[in-house]
């Protein structure tokens, strides 16, 4: 069986867990729609100040409230989600991973296998709040903000694989994840900038208000986060399974 064979095994064994839990995904999809809806319907129509990245530098527009912070928190939760259903889909398969590895399987073909699932996954977390912010935000580049929620749900997953890596136990796991996303929600100011999402949250507010919306600089700062969150991913579970034969 070459290394391709077993990437396709691997991914075919992981689609079949993710099945049984078609129920509890359904419900983690539907999350985020809700809570950004109850945001933005609550939100007044009073303008707001938002500062909007664009090629020509950062502008200054006054917003609906509506348009302003419930944009934001419901960019997070989109991560929330992702973050959550990556965690599951690793806490709990170190034991069947093992046995893979002792069938020859190496620890970076059972993690490509589960980035191709939840990559898949995330195209759908994409979608679904993007076919609601499009008729009722009336974004200026949909394309662009589509884009925005895509790399905003690459970035939780490969955060959601690396708690699911370090902490074995899902009930720690999941309220780290709350922690973590929490402190997301809440950070104002340079602090927010350090979150590995920001510049995806950026790139968003770009898409919905600028004419001519900046895109590549937000794109390559996610893709380096990415990259470097996939390495530490692969370190921490490659220990997790590791097999001992003596």
């Known amino acids: 069986m070459n290394k391709i064979q077993k990437i396709f095994i691997s991914l075919k064994m992981q689609a079949l867990e993710q099945r049984r839990r078609i129920a509890t995904l359904l ?8 809570f950004w809806a109850s ?7 009073e303008l707001t100040q938002i500062t909007v990245p664009t090629v020509d530098g ?10 302003s912070y419930p944009l934001d928190l419901g960019l997070m939760a989109v991560a929330w989600t992702m973050a959550v259903v990556s965690f599951f889909s690793e806490s709990g398969s170190a034991e069947k991973d093992r046995r893979l590895v002792l069938c020859g399987y190496g620890s970076w073909q059972i993690l490509l296998a589960r980035l191709i699932l939840l990559t898949a996954v995330s195209l759908l977390t994409s979608v679904i709040p993007l076919s609601l912010f499009v008729p009722v935000l ?6 662009m903000l589509w884009l925005s929620l895509f790399i ?15 902490i074995p136990r899902s009930t720690e796991g999941v309220l780290i994840i709350i922690a973590i996303f929490g402190i997301g929600m809440s950070v104002q100011g340079k602090a927010a900038e350090l979150f590995p999402t920001y510049p995806a949250r950026q790139l968003f507010r770009s898409a919905m208000f600028a004419d001519d919306p900046l895109v590549l600089p937000f794109v390559e700062q996610e893709l380096l986060i990415l990259i470097a969150l996939i390495i530490v991913t ?9 097999v001992r034969r003596f």
């Open 58 to 67: 950062d502008v200054k527009m006054f917003v609906p409230v509506k348009k």
């Open 138 to 143: 009336s974004p200026k580049h949909p394309l």
């Open 39 to 45: 945001l933005y319907y609550t939100a007044g129509d």
């Open 234 to 242: 692969l370190i921490f579970w490659y220990f997790r399974i590791r």
């Open 152 to 166: 905003t749900g690459l970035i939780a997953m490969e955060i959601g694989l690396l708690i699911g890596a370090l």
């Open 27 to 34: 419900i983690v999809f539907i999350l985020p729609v809700a």
